[in-house]
């Protein structure tokens, strides 16, 4: 069964500064997609950034980038040039490329909680 | 109208009542789902909707009954609920297929309380 770890229940970083969220994961899958949601305070939970499997170039959003370590099963984000707007939970996940029943699993972390000090 | 309605946003409810969470998605999705979230837990599945049909059921017990009457729209009747069911639930939408990376996209929650 696949799993999405999250080490860092809340992280704090400075306005302005970089800050790297850690999430690894287990499959046994060669065909799936990975992605960085964030949830801020009472609001909806949105995609943050998308790594698919099959290629090996990291991917890039703006301010947000993911350093994805195949081999070793890592998908870190890293946020640049932090804004207050940043502060959110942050929600690591694994969706299989293989449907079952005519659909595909998805798999989250528990989260980490960012923190931006001005 | 935003991709994902939510009603009501906030719940307060008896272990004896019967009530409904409503999803509403205007995104064209064919795939629906309902999630519990807690504090400090991974999110749960609990359904999932693809073309009306329901493909996932996680164990989930039988004091929640989903419906989905068309594939803009999902329920969640919840009925004779006990305090641990207190959670944060959150419906999501996609496009499933080969073609597509199925995003989720997600609904502001509805916020339930059993007293």
């Known amino acids: 069964a696949q799993t999405v770890t999250q080490s860092q229940p809340e992280m704090s970083v400075q306005e302005a500064e970089t800050v790297t969220l850690s999430c690894t994961y287990d499959?046994?899958?060669?065909?799936?997609?990975l992605f960085w949601y964030k949830q801020p305070p009472s609001r909806q939970m949105i995609l943050v950034i998308r790594q698919e499997a099959y290629k090996q170039q990291n991917a890039t959003e703006n301010r947000f980038s993911v350093n994805f370590q195949k081999a070793a099963k890592s998908f870190s984000l890293k946020i640049s040039d932090s804004q207050l707007g940043d502060a959110a939970m942050y929600f690591c996940?694994?969706?299989?490329?293989?449907?079952?029943?005519?659909?595909?699993?998805?798999?989250f972390g528990t989260g980490t909680r960012l923190k931006v000090l001005a | 109208e935003t991709g994902v309605t939510q009603t009501p946003r906030h719940l307060v409810m008896g272990m004896t009542n019967k009530k409904s969470l409503k999803c509403e998605q205007h995104?064209?999705?064919?795939?629906m789902y309902w999630y519990k979230q807690s504090a400090k837990k991974p999110l749960e599945l609990m359904f999932v909707?693809?073309?009306?049909?329901?493909?996932e059921n996680n164990s989930v017990p039988s004091r929640f009954s989903p419906e989905c009457p068309n594939s803009s729209h999902l329920f969640l009747h919840l009925h004779t609920l006990q305090p641990e069911d207190s959670a944060l639930y959150l419906c999501?939408?996609?496009?499933?297929?080969?073609?597509?990376?199925?995003?989720?996209?997600f609904g502001e929650g509805s916020r339930l309380t059993v007293l």
């Open positions: 499959t046994s899958e060669s065909d799936y997609y």
């Open positions: 996940a694994y969706r299989s490329g293989f449907a079952t029943s005519g659909t595909y699993k998805y798999i």
């Open positions: 995104l064209g999705h064919n795939a």
């Open positions: 909707y693809s073309l009306e049909e329901r493909v």
């Open positions: 999501a939408s996609s496009q499933d297929g080969q073609i597509y990376t199925g995003e989720l996209f």
